[in-house]
């Protein structure tokens, strides 16, 4: 049975509501007449786990074979790795959440962007590796280049200029792509028509599949 | 100005893979004609890859919701 509340009891539970009533709205009117109010864009939600397994199953043949061509190109200057296991360690990352999948990114662009900096993961820990018998182990790890690494990335240049070795007009569009030129700076550098630029940047693109697919120059 | 070979090959790394992530997908078709590889057995291979990764990381359990505690109905008001 329901015990019947003192008066004074009922009274000042309506006062304590009205009150928080009055606070709720005065916090709903700041929100509204706030300036800063457009200025915040809504958050989304952030992708899930689920979302990143969704999105793998997802992927075409052709996506497929599109990542092993990156992958494969990223273990290039990486001894002692190969793109199964730089791509194994990609969908690991995005699968742990340990990398946030951005809303605005493509599942591609995603896994490529992790392999990317588990370049440079690689390397820092080789360099903390080596460096831990020393008793400036961390300090070393931040400061003058690895020579390693160095030896590593002049043997990935030199395999890049081996697979272009018969197409020189690939290699100078490769340079000028590496140097950041915008496509008419490149044209107007090696003399190219805007059909030949073209048809280069094909048969480049081309050449790095097929090393995509056979890990063959 | 002299450049470091690892950050030359950085930057071409760059610039080659935003070539392959915008490559269409006749070029990709015919990259594998060129090499005589069949898409659907090169695709099993990375698939088989993503599945190893996938069977490693098991599947997030959504959080229980977690139960309110007990309020005696003395303190309701």
Redesign the interface.
Known sequence: MRAIQPAA?RKN?SRRRSALGNGVRIVQRMQDTSPLKRLIPPQAPGR???DV?RA?AA?S??D???????AR??C??LPGLDW?EL???A??RA??GSRPWPRDVKL??FL?GIM?SL?SDH?RRQRIMAASLSAQAAEVADQA??PE??????Q??AA?DRLFADDPASLAV?LG????LSAEEIRRRTGLSETEYDST??R???A???H???GLP | MMH???Q??????????????A?P?D??????A??R?K??Y??W???G??R???A??P??VPAAPVPLPRVSPSRW?
Do not use: Y
Not at chain 1, 177 to 180: I, N, R, T, Y
């Open positions: 009891d539970f899930t786990e689920r397994r793998l992927l043949e052709l497929l074979l599109r990542l092993q061509a990156i190109l990223r290039r200057g199964q791509l194994h360690e969908v690991l699968l742990d591609i662009a490529a990317r370049r390397w280049p690895d690494r160095i030896a590593a990335a002049g990935a240049l890049i490769i792509l590496s140097q950041g940047r094909k480049m693109r081309r790095l599949l097929r995509g697919l056979t | 470091r070979a690892d030359v090959l950085d930057r071409l790394l760059d610039a080659l893979e935003a070539e392959l992530a490559a997908e070029e990709i078709r015919q990259a594998a060129d090499v590889r898409v659907s090169a695709a291979d990375v698939r890859v993503i190893r990764a996938e490693a990381t599947p997030a008001h």
